[in-house]
């Protein structure tokens, strides 16, 4: 079981940036693939970004070219730098833990509490 701390979250302005942190527990952080996600109110849970062990990373159309996912093994964390943020970004985001590079919720065992982004217009 690994262990995922969020943090980095907060109020924003539309256009502006924030890099949110996942820091993880265990000594095995680099063979997961880590990943975001992130679930608006009345809204399904939904892919954001993913990123392998070594490093290759893989994200969702709708944040691609603005957030960037990046992962640091010898610190056991995870980042995901957000650019150009937009009103509909707003949401809790997740980081988990996963098996595989996958978008799908259902292929990330372990998850974080999540942390608050508000993006206003």
């Known amino acids: 079981q690994v262990q995922l701390v969020e943090s980095g979250g907060g109020l924003v302005q539309a256009g502006g940036s924030l890099t949110l942190s996942c820091a993880t527990s265990?000594?095995?952080?680099?063979?997961?693939?880590m990943g975001w996600f992130r679930q608006a109110p009345g809204k399904e849970r939904e892919f954001v970004a993913a990123?392998?062990?070594?490093?290759?990373?893989y994200s969702a159309a709708s944040v691609k070219g603005r957030f960037t996912i990046s992962r640091d093994n010898a610190k056991n964390t995870v980042y995901l730098q957000m650019n150009s943020l937009k009103p509909e970004d707003t949401a809790i985001y997740y980081c988990?833990?996963?098996?595989?590079?996958?978008?799908?919720?259902?292929?990330?065992?372990?998850w974080g509490q999540g942390t608050q982004v508000t993006v206003s217009s």
């Open positions: 990123i392998t062990g070594t490093g290759s990373p």
């Open positions: 265990g000594r095995t952080f680099s063979v997961y693939v």
């Open positions: 988990a833990a996963g098996s595989r590079l996958s978008n799908s919720k259902y292929d990330y065992f372990d």
